[in-house]
């Protein structure tokens, strides 16, 4: 069974960093694009990071340039999404996904996604 499963989600004060994981079971990241997007209450989902896995080729959201940094471990199988100098704003669940596509292309099309993680929630305080 094919499974995206994140973790690391939780309550941090603002400013302060969290670290997600995305762990792939059933089949490798090797060809595919994997991106974290998130989508706060009331609001449309968003891409906030993307990685092309085998070159790692990274796209990021403008709201988060400079403070995120998402990483991959081939060993592993896992993408890391590092947050730091979070901000209220940040608030959101947090998806794992994973797609043919570029990183570009991944991060526009929510639409055209192979795999989904059931996301993790990231709360920051103010």
């Known amino acids: 069974e094919v499974q995206l499963v994140e973790s690391g989600g939780g309550l941090v004060q603002a400013g302060g960093s969290l670290r997600l994981s995305c762990a792939a079971s059933?089949?490798?990241?090797?060809?595919?694009?994997i991106g974290w997007f998130r989508q706060a209450p009331g609001k449309e989902r968003e891409g906030v990071s993307c990685?092309?896995?085998?070159?790692?080729?990274?796209y990021y959201a403008d709201s988060v340039k400079g403070r995120f940094i998402t990483t991959n471990d081939n060993a592993k199988n896992t993408v890391y999404l590092q947050m730091n100098s979070l901000k209220p704003e940040d608030t959101a669940v947090y998806y794992c996904?994973?797609?043919?596509?570029?990183?570009?292309?991944?991060?526009?099309?929510?639409?055209?996604?192979?795999?989904w993680g059931k996301g993790t929630l990231v709360t920051v305080s103010s």
């Open positions: 996904a994973a797609s043919r596509n570029t990183a570009q292309t991944m991060s526009k099309r929510s639409d055209d996604i192979d795999y």
């Open positions: 059933g089949f490798t990241f090797d060809g595919y694009a």
């Open positions: 990685i092309t896995y085998n070159d790692g080729t990274t």
